[in-house]
């Protein structure tokens, strides 16, 4: 098998050392491969662009160029293989993260060393 140059590895944007220490916040989670987080940095990366993007829409809908936190908030998040709109609708997520002014943060594990 013949090793191909134009063959390029697309690594994502997101620092994967940060990744993979947001991963072992976790208290269930001892280690994580490489490819795993690369594949949850990529994944990411790829649900910020949709959901910046959809905001932007909803933004530009209301005749603004600015982004608000009610922007995102109101954003669907949808599965695009769904076959039929019943099936869609019930992988249908309304993102609700976007933080309020008056909620306090959880606290976190720390990785103390």
Do not use: H
Request: glycine share 2%; net charge negative; with cysteine.
């Amino acid at each position: 098998m013949e090793y191909n140059n134009s063959d390029k590895f697309i690594l994502p944007a997101l620092p994967l050392t940060k990744v993979k220490r947001i991963c072992k916040l976790d208290a269930e989670v001892n280690s994580v491969s490489t490819q795993a987080v690369t594949l949850i940095a990529m994944a990411t990366e790829n649900f910020i662009k949709i959901l910046s993007v959809e905001a932007y829409r909803r933004a530009l809908f209301c005749d603004r160029r600015t982004l608000l936190s009610k922007d995102i908030g109101d954003v669907q998040v949808e599965d695009a293989g769904k076959n039929n709109e019943s099936e869609a609708m019930e992988s249908t997520e309304v993102v609700e993260s976007v933080p309020s002014e008056d909620v306090k943060e959880s606290p976190v594990r720390t990785n103390d060393v």
